[in-house]
């Protein structure tokens, strides 16, 4: 929804991009079927009108794939998730806080926080990346002979959809008077881990939680909001911030246009992220200054054959229509499996045609960025 309202503000603008439309598709790929979200990018940038750019998709397990093919085709890429890899791609860019620098976040609040041991209960394995400035921050043992932290993970759901039972946990956990606790865990868990925790007495008002999702201002935290116990939490976005109240209320409006409601809730980081990839886009090709048509492109190197009519009757005012699309998949090389080959042209032994926009876009892209 942040994606399609994106485009929509964009085009409704008369100071960016004022003689384009930019057109939007949006893809959904299941998680973690990177065969089939390989070929659907491959068919996206094989239509008649082809792609200009693509944002997302919103998770690390999905993006690899979009990335690759990107990468090979020169299609400007913004990403809009957490990214642990050190793969280098001249053709993306991520909007999403880099793992260091959030890191460096969690670190500095801890000490501004004055704390000089705490627990750290994680959900994920992956939490430890996140959280490892943390782990590096104190060594050795307080001046009370204590390990300043401990480590702890939450048990996984012995059958699947079941809630995992957390108490045994916390009650280990109160009988090392710790009042200090980092939680690192998916938001829509966090109030059933708050309120396990709550049963063995560990939600005193001589405790204090750091939760580290960025998007734990969107859970409905009920009577914790009114308890006694400290709860800290970082967030991307301002929701007091005149322009993002002002984007809410155009979102509003134009649902309404539409003939919906909507119900305004707390926006989620990849929301968020996902609007400010399409304005930083539609800028950075404002900034380009020259009429930009996206190419039919193929993963494969096959040449296409022109389409019968430019565009098919798209009415892109004086520039071409730029498109962009949200997929998933998790597939690391996007060119035809080995097997597909035999007997003819491997990729290696036909160029592959790329979109000669895309890489001074990029380099816009990123300086604005």
Sequence with gaps: MAFRFAVKRINKDQQILPNVDLIETVEIVPQYDSFNTSKSVCNLTSWDQGIGGVVGPPSAETASVV???????????????TDTSVQPSNFSVNLYPPPDVLARALKEVV??????????????????????????????????????FTVWQLPKPEVEGQTPDYRPLFKEISGTTETHIILDCKPENTVNILEQAKEVNMMGDYHTYFLTSLDSHTVEFGDFKFGPTNITMLRLTDPTRHMLQAIVQDWIYLEWQNGRKLRITPETTSSALMYDSVMLYANALHKLNQDVSPTRLTCHGEELPEPSEAAEGEEAGEGAPQEQRLADGDEQNPEAPEGEGEGGETPEEKPIPTWPVGLPLIEIIKKVS
């Excluded at 000490?111 to 400035?133: H, N, T």
Aim: overall charge negative; hydrophobic content about 40%.
């Design 111 to 148: 000490q501004d926080m004055d704390w000089m041991s705490y627990v750290i209960v994680y959900e994920e394995d992956e939490a430890l990346v996140r959280l490892g400035d943390l782990l590096k921050v104190s060594r050795g043992v307080t001046t009370e002979g204590r390990t300043p």
């Design 67 to 81: 990335q690759s093919i990107c990468n090979i085709l020169e299609i400007p890429h913004i990403k809009i998730h």
